[in-house]
Each structure stands twice: as C-alpha cells, then as structure tokens.
C-alpha cells in the first residue's frame, strides 16, 4: 500500500486525538524497532505497561487504516 499525503497527514491527527500520554511517548521508540524492554527504561515504566500501550496503539492504527480504506 502506498501512504500518500492525505492518508499520512490524516492518520497524523486521528493519533494525535486517540493516543494516551503514554502511547504518545512509546509510539516514536515502536518505530524505531525499539524493544519493549528498552523502551520501559528509556521512559521508566513497566515493561507490561509498555506492552499494553504498543497493543492498544496498533489497535488504534488499525482501525484507522480499515475505516480509511472503506
């Protein structure tokens, strides 16, 4: 799938809206490919609260993708 500016610049938003503080803060390290080890010390937090927030923000961009899709 290509991402094209509307679809990039909209999924932007729609993160911006939806994600906690804390996906906020653990969204640029899943990015990066970070672990979810590193990533709970980099921001001192739980591994299982790093886990769970990874979960619910691919959760969050799934559902964006389908409803953009539709």
């Not at 909209?10 to 672990?35: A, H, I, R, W």
């Amino acid at each position: 799938m290509i991402l094209g500016k509307e679809f990039l610049e909209g999924l932007k938003k729609y993160l911006d809206v939806n994600l906690t503080s804390l996906e906020k803060k653990v969204f640029p390290y899943m990015c990066q490919g970070y672990t979810y080890l590193e990533t709970s010390k980099r921001l001192n937090e739980k591994v299982k609260r790093i886990d769970n927030a990874i979960c619910r923000t691919k959760q969050k961009i799934k559902l964006y993708i389908e409803s953009y899709l539709e």
